[in-house]
């Protein structure tokens, strides 16, 4: 056992000796990358040279990074001496620019690109000394280096004048362009035509351009027509409509047909951007032939070509709207609904992806990308009125997609949609709900950017007659417990962020659904936030949403309820942290409620604060205490305002934690001055605004009492007019019970007596009849028009005769106003209470 415990004692010594020889093998390479003192001595330059020559020595004879320095520093060295800078230094840059390394190249690009642009007023012969270099490196090797003296270039030919361009650039431009010129020197050829094309009138854009733009167009290089082709935008706004189409266009045509694919996609993407230059010839006889062409080819053979077509297609179909026949519209319109379910086949109602390589899969996903990109574009194509015989199965198809990142654009881009609908916002209810509960976050995250406008535009616009209405009702029960979902979704996520923005969004909640709906189903859920979860934003921004939700309540009980729990679970909780919650509310409130209303509610468990034992508490509440001496109004709320000085002299005496003494003490000096600082007109503006909100305050009790009394109203005449409605059926069935019962007339003996279960069963109910006045017309017909179908069972046809005749007397004489009417019905009263009686004797 002990041997045992040697050995291991033993190894673990030794791994300890390894893990030492370590960290020395790491330690050497920091000791060798030290400077030796010579070449420190190398370094060191003598500190009685000027800025210019101290550059011209490290050029000359300096080190690497001395040079970058020098090269870095030479804006610096032009503004303060052009003149020497440009005679000796700028040479020196030059020669070091022929052997300098990719850093020093890339360097010198920006140094004299910023040289370029800024507010130095450099002579001719500075300007050409710059632009010689700069063309010089156009040809460099490495084609890093090279593209950025490029972009110094075309980022230059902005600030300089036209005949400096002219001299400098379009001069050597012209030997550049040629065949035997490198591939790396025609490609900044074409970019620097498209870029010059803006400066020069049309006339010289023609004469001098438009050859060399030919010339580029039927390069050998696939590379160079293609880049041609993008710049064949610029030359067309430099020469103007007119030449565009004698002489752009054909060439585009040409182009759209060549054997590239990446110059197809260039001819295609260049005719997009200008479509508004052709007229509705252009676009009718050439444009869309030729579109259609390349989309089918693309759509059959070209599946790298078809994210871009795909890309394009909405400004594509929007700028050839206008020139299109019926059958024109219908053919894009269908081709964009299967460029969406592309990758895609239907089973049971469903999209599902089918089983490609994995390479032609992500580009088959990233046409449908596109393609939910450009939907709004499409509805607008369309016409939002056939949206939902047109494209309602294509867009349920994109929210429904297989793939997040096509789910994440249509949730992007959905509030475009609902506004585009407008009041037919009804139809896509279900694909909003669908959103909200996607099993992916960062769908709900792109949702959540807009989901403020969607909800008010969606629910506002859905309320039209018909349809439109029966749909938003069935919709909204579903739209709730989605909200609720979603942010429970969000919670249980690592990402507190989009559970941030998604508790910022739900304050508009209180202008979609109704204050139960929200009391019942979020109001605990944001105490539940607040009090357990652990990211200090999302604490926060639940209790925003609280103070909103409060705010903004329409029921006293509930108002009252709420701030009840606010005293009790986050004023008096348990928990430091619950507290520092509830400071937290009270600078929001401070912000959303009347002062007043502040005062009322909140500003006590606030004050009382100070006897918290914890000491973070107590300095929050320090650093409070200016904000909430300003909520307080004089005369009304002394006795406030008293308890607060009360406050703050217990912090002076009795607190020991210095860093709450340092904050009281500073807190002293602005109570003090809190009421003479401040402007009269500040004070003026924020007093109107608490005016607006108490006004606020008092309106919606004022709309509270208002909603009682008519619910109690309605109420009162609910009861009455059922106590009313019970008694006229108690008088109906013991009338026609005491008539049946027993004839008023002879000739009614004939007909045949009622069984004993009825005489024993109408005994009770006539004699509570008997009792019920019979003023009411349509209770007195309702009543003859009962019995007599009551009394259409009976064998005997006499009965109904004596019934229709007494309501015809009984009409005639209320007609006439005659007392003998009167005399009768109390005459027929009797009788039925003297049968009633007798039968329930019998």
Known sequence: MFLSKMTFNQSSLFGQIDDLQDLAIIERPIRRSLKTAEEIEKLT???????????????????????????????????QNPAETFRRVV????????????????????SFLTILQDDIILIQ????????????????????????????????????????????????????????????????????LGKVAGKFESQIVKKDLLPLVRSLCQDVEYEVRSCMCHQLENIARGIGVDHTKAVVLPELVELARDEGSTVRLAAFDTIVNLLEMFDNDDRTRVIFPLVKAFCEKCFKADEAVLASLSFQYGRLCHGLSGSFTEEQHLWFLEFYKKLCILGLHLENGHCESQ???????????????????????????????????????????????????????????????????????????????????????????ALTNTLQETLELATS???????????????????????????QKAAASLRWRVHEKLLQRYSCLPRIISGDQIYFRFLQRMFTIITTNNALPV??????????????????????????????????????????????????????FSKSYFCKHFLVPALELVNDPVANVRYKLCCLLPRLKSTIRLPSEKPMLQQLEFCVRRLLCREKDKDVVATIRKTV?????????????????RDLLDQNKEKEENLLLEMEQLERQQSEG???????????????????????????????????????????????????????????PLNDDTMRSHHFSTTSTAMSTTPSASMPVLIRSNTTNTLEHRSNGSKDTQSRKLSIQRKSNSFGMQSGRE
């Open 45 to 79: 330059v003598d500190e009685d040279l000027n800025d210019i020559e101290r550059a011209v020595y490290l050029l000359s004879s300096g080190q690497d990074v001395q040079r970058a320095s020098v090269v870095v520093n030479l804006p610096n060295l032009v503004r």
């Open 91 to 110: 040479p020196k840059v030059r020669e070091v620019l022929h052997v300098a390394g990719v850093e020093m190249q890339l360097a010198a690009a920006g």
């Open 125 to 192: 012969t500075h300007t050409h000394s710059i632009l010689q270099i700069v063309l010089l490196n156009l040809d460099h090797r490495d084609t890093v280096v090279s593209n950025a003296w490029l972009e110094t270039l075309l980022s230059a030919i902005d600030a300089l004048p036209k005949e400096t361009i002219r001299q400098e650039i379009l001069n050597p431009l012209v030997s550049k362009a040629q065949l035997s010129q490198s591939v790396q020197a025609r490609l900044a050829s074409c970019r620097i």
């Open 355 to 445: 089983a490609y390589p994995l390479e032609l899969e992500r580009k088959y996903e990233l046409v449908r990308k596109n393609c939910a990109y450009n939907f709004p574009a499409m509805v607008l194509f369309a016409d939002p009125k056939c949206f939902l015989s047109e494209l309602y199965p294509t867009f349920s198809s994109l929210c429904n997609d297989p793939e997040i990142s096509v789910r994440r654009t249509v949730a992007a881009g959905f509030h475009e949609v609902v506004k585009l609908l407008g009041p037919n916002v009804h139809y896509i209810h279900k694909e909003l709900v669908a959103l909200l509960q996607d099993d992916s976050l960062e769908v709900l995250d």
């Open 461 to 487: 616009r859905g309320e039209g007659a018909g349809p439109g209405r029966e749909s938003k009702q069935v919709s909204v029960p579903d739209l709730i417990p989605a909200l609720a979902a979603a942010e």
């Open 539 to 592: 604490q926060r921004e639940a209790t925003r949403t609280l103070c909103v939700f409060l705010r903004f309540n329409r029921k006293l009980e509930q108002r009252q309820e709420i701030i009840s729990k606010v005293v009790d679970q986050l004023a008096q909780g348990r928990s430091y942290w619950n507290r520092l919650r509830y400071l937290d509310l009270c600078e929001i409130a401070m912000e959303l």
């Open 669 to 685: 000096l602005e109570l003090d001055k809190i009421d003479m600082t401040e402007p009269y007109h500040k004070r003026h503006e």
């Open 714 to 772: 309605k109420l009162t005449t609910d009861k009455h007019s059922e106590k009313k409605r019970k008694e006229m059926k108690k008088a109906k069935l013991a009338r026609s019970r005491s008539l049946s019962s027993h004839p008023t007339t002879p000739k009614m003996v004939n007909s045949d007596k009622p069984s004993k279960g009825k005489e024993t069963d109408s005994g009770p109910g006539t004699r509570r009849g008997s009792l019920l």
